[in-house]
């Protein structure tokens, strides 16, 4: 099993939809969590944190269950530059070990 | 300020040839990453360096990728003997100590082995 498992998409979704990713991590120990953005040829940007009692930023929501060892991302009200992959990062380990997901693609279509 | 640094941008060369790629992290942060990405591909995690800490080299591919940092500055990530297989973009992260500080991403260098 992976550590870190995201569903690759693509999601497709039209404008304005509300869309939700999942990312599993395998980790219990996994200390802190990260959803990244990355364009098409570009670097990865942070997103948002994850935080324990969820967050929200704008029309984007994180949450974090422990028990069931998943993060979520939630997207409201959907924009065309929206469209770019979603990595899910998690971080675990005295040394800071970190590890990506593979990311999941959304496109929002006209 | 100034961002996480990487150079070249892009490099071109033969297989079989050495290559050196170089990161400047931002200042003060004392945890730095190498990633490997190739086209279409997830970030495959290569190496990591936090202070003067033993990096942890547990995702190099092969005795051919070797990495050094001086202290908690510049940061190179050395190919031998390139091959094809090894054309991805090379990605360096830095971040400061503590688990809940984000990364910061360099541009990249984009590897292309003839």
């Known amino acids: 099993r992976k550590e870190v498992e995201q569903d690759p998409g693509p999601f497709n979704v039209p404008e304005g939809a509300t869309v939700a990713f999942n990312c599993t991590y395998s980790?219990?120990?996994?200390?802190?969590f990260f959803w990244y953005r990355q364009d098409c040829r570009k670097e990865p940007k942070l997103l948002m944190s994850?935080?324990?009692s969820g967050n929200e930023d704008g029309r984007f929501t994180a949450q974090l269950n422990r028990a069931s060892q998943y993060i979520s991302l939630l997207i409201r009200d959907s924009k065309l530059s929206d469209s770019a992959t979603y990595l899910c990062?998690?971080?675990?380990?005295?040394?800071?070990?970190?590890?990506f997901g593979t990311g999941t693609k959304l496109q929002v279509i006209p | 300020g100034a961002g996480v640094s990487q150079s070249p941008s892009n490099k071109v060369t033969e297989k079989g040839k050495d290559v050196e790629l170089r990161c400047d992290p931002i200042?003060?942060?004392?945890?730095l990453y190498w990633y490997r990405q190739r086209l279409g591909q997830g970030l495959e995690f290569l190496i990591y360096?936090?202070?003067?800490?033993?990096?942890?080299k547990s995702g190099l591919p092969s005795d051919r990728f070797s990495a050094e940092r001086t202290g908690e500055s510049v940061s190179t990530l050395t190919i031998q003997r390139t091959q094809q297989e090894d054309s991805a973009v090379y990605l360096c992260?830095?971040?400061?100590?503590?688990?809940?500080?984000?990364?910061?991403f360099g541009p990249g260098t984009r590897l292309t082995v003839l």
């Open positions: 990062v998690v971080f675990s380990g005295g040394y800071q070990k970190v590890t």
């Open positions: 994850v935080y324990s």
């Open positions: 992260a830095s971040k400061r100590g503590g688990s809940y500080n984000e990364q910061f």
């Open positions: 360096f936090q202070g003067n800490s033993a990096p942890d």
């Open positions: 200042s003060g942060h004392t945890a």
């Open positions: 980790n219990s120990a996994s200390q802190s």
